[in-house]
């Protein structure tokens, strides 16, 4: 699910880049993700929708990347080590289903969470966001309790959708049994 304040936001980050830029958005992309990319896209920003296996077809540097959830783990590390590389110093990396999505957030947090060259900015929701930066030691630490504090969140939500499945469950259960 994207929300509004997901929207606002991506369309604000895209609003500040100065032409010639450049925004890739791969993994599910979700079209309300795009239309608030383009929205605050101005002339001379090239926004690309490309495929997890597409990195060799975009030429140069990246400004802002958005990584949409993926399904399985390999696909999602795959991303994490293709792309991110490819973004400029104080770009901005954008993923969403960061901490509500299991494979995805644990690619995240094994291939960025841990590395020095992302700061952690914050998250609205399952949209994280990260600068591209050279963080010292103990910036690296700092930065690593601020995501591990997000793993409550991730915790609250995969109970809420682990309780809500076996909700559903009981009441197919109690139909089939009344019928």
């Known amino acids: 699910m994207f929300s509004s304040a997901q929207g606002d936001r991506l369309e604000a980050c895209a609003r500040v880049l100065d032409p010639p830029a450049r925004v890739v958005m791969t993994g599910t992309v979700a079209a309300q993700a795009l239309a608030a990319i383009r929205r605050g896209a101005r002339p001379g920003v090239d926004v690309l929708v490309v495929g997890t296996g597409e ?3 975009v030429e140069g540097s990246i400004d802002l990347l958005f990584i949409g959830p993926t399904a399985p783990y390999s696909v999602a590390a795959e991303l994490f080590a293709r792309w991110t590389g490819r973004v400029a110093p104080g770009g901005l990396l954008f993923v969403h289903g960061a901490f509500a999505a299991p494979p995805l957030t644990a ?48 915790s609250r939500l995969m109970a809420r959708r682990r309780l809500k499945r076996s909700r559903l469950r009981q009441a197919a259960r109690q139909a089939a049994c009344s019928d």
């Open 55 to 57: 990195v060799a077809g």
């Open 107 to 154: 690619a995240l947090l094994r291939a960025i969470g841990s590395s020095r060259a992302w700061r952690y900015y914050g998250r609205d929701g399952a949209l994280a966001e990260y600068v591209r930066a050279d963080l010292t030691h103990g910036e690296r630490v700092l930065d690593a309790i601020a995501q591990l504090a997000q793993l409550a969140y991730f």
